[in-house]
């Protein structure tokens, strides 16, 4: 297996966008899989590597890489050092970075492109990311299939009310506690205001009613952090939608970061086997 790692790519904005390429150079034609992590989420959390190597170990090209604006700087080990950065994110810079990732991988310059089958380019998305996916695939005619895993299906819900609002708009920035490494990040303002500016573009619901190719829709139906019946709507308004329900899984499907076990969980281990024969259905 060849492994490229941290493969950085310039992007329009402040910051570069970091990527991993997983592939078996042996084979030819593989299906491209690129996926996007979600909210406080990075490219090398928990057991991402050991899922990418699967895929890649099943004839899939996978790609996974750090949104431009998560807080993480390439190369550093250190938990979202660039605080600053967090806090400029917002959807349309996340849905720039897909795009440029996109064509990237559909360009003479990605590193691989000669063990890869340019016209089946597909998504996946965990959780925030999944929403992601969508709206990206519904403005990209060159991805084949999208897969969420634990996904949202709609961004302004989780929008403060209008107490909190005018707090946020009145100082400019609010802070969230990541609970796992007890950094207390900043959103600021921007992000609410570019919401605002494209709300109509970052409907979830929109893009998902749009979309005229396969999606596989996966969910446990014990997650406290994206409640089952966010899966139950996509695969309502879906087209060619099906929906796989982990029985007790959670919203990383039994992972943690970091993981350091020699498997995978096996919640997710149906997950990934379930994504794995989704993708290589013709």
Same mark, same amino acid.
């Given at each position: 297996?060849?492994?490229?790692?941290?493969?950085?790519?310039?992007?329009?904005?402040?910051?570069?966008?970091?990527?991993?390429?997983?592939?078996?150079?042996?084979?030819?034609?593989?299906?491209?899989?690129?996926?996007?992590?979600?909210?406080?989420?990075?490219?090398?959390?928990?057991?991402?590597?050991?899922?990418?190597?699967?895929?890649?170990?099943?004839?899939?090209?996978?790609?996974?890489?750090?949104?431009?604006?998560?807080?993480?700087?390439?190369?550093?080990?250190?938990?979202?050092?660039?605080?600053?950065?967090?806090?400029?994110?917002?959807?349309?810079?996340?849905?720039?970075?897909?795009?440029?990732?996109?064509?990237?991988?559909?360009?003479?310059?990605?590193?691989?492109?000669?063990?890869?089958? +340019?016209?089946? @380019?597909?998504?996946?998305? *965990?959780?925030? %990311? #999944?929403?992601?996916?969508?709206?990206?695939?519904?403005?990209?005619?060159?991805?084949?299939?999208?897969?969420?895993?634990?996904?949202?299906?709609?961004?302004?819900?989780?929008?403060?009310?209008?107490?909190?609002?005018?707090?946020?708009?009145?100082?400019?920035?609010?802070?969230?506690?990541?609970?796992?490494?007890?950094?207390?990040?900043?959103?600021?303002?921007?992000?609410?205001?570019?919401?605002?500016?494209?709300?109509?573009?970052?409907?979830?619901?929109?893009?998902?009613?749009?979309?005229?190719?396969?999606?596989?829709?996966?969910?446990?139906?014990?997650?406290?952090?994206?409640?089952?019946?966010?899966?139950?709507?996509?695969?309502?308004?879906?087209?060619?939608?099906? +929906?796989?329900? @982990?029985?007790?899984?959670? *919203?990383?499907? %039994? #992972?943690?970061?970091?993981?350091?076990?020699?498997?995978?969980?096996?919640?997710?281990?149906?997950?990934?086997?379930?994504?794995?024969?989704?993708?290589?259905?013709?």
């Amino acid at each position: 297996m060849e492994i490229i790692r941290n493969h950085l790519l310039n992007a329009k904005e402040q910051r570069p966008v970091s990527a991993d390429i997983y592939c078996d150079p042996s084979k030819e034609n593989q299906p491209i899989v690129i996926f996007c992590h979600g909210y406080k989420g990075f490219k090398d959390w928990g057991y991402w590597d050991m899922a990418a190597r699967q895929f890649a170990e099943c004839g899939i090209c996978f790609v996974k890489f750090d949104f431009s604006h998560n807080g993480f700087i390439p190369g550093s080990s250190e938990d979202f050092p660039d605080t600053e950065g967090f806090g400029l994110n917002n959807f349309s810079r996340e849905l720039n970075d897909l795009a440029m990732v996109t064509d990237w991988v559909h360009s003479e310059e990605f590193p691989l492109r000669p063990n890869t089958d +340019l016209s089946n @380019i597909n998504l996946i998305g *965990h959780s925030r %990311g #999944g929403g992601i996916t969508l709206i990206g695939a519904s403005e990209d005619s060159r991805i084949r299939k999208v897969i969420t895993w634990a996904s949202v299906c709609d961004f302004k819900s989780r929008f403060a009310d209008e107490k909190a609002l005018a707090y946020w708009k009145a100082n400019g920035v609010i802070h969230i506690e990541n609970t796992r490494t007890r950094q207390q990040l900043p959103h600021f303002y921007q992000f609410y205001e570019d919401f605002i500016a494209n709300e109509a573009r970052f409907s979830i619901e929109a893009a998902t009613k749009n979309l005229n190719i396969p999606v596989l829709v996966v969910h446990g139906d014990a997650d406290p952090t994206v409640n089952i019946t966010e899966a139950h709507k996509l695969e309502e308004w879906l087209k060619d939608g099906r +929906l796989l329900t @982990i029985s007790g899984g959670d *919203h990383v499907f %039994g #992972g943690i970061h970091p993981w350091e076990e020699k498997k995978l969980p096996d919640d997710f281990t149906k997950v990934a086997e379930a994504s794995i024969s989704f993708i290589l259905e013709k």
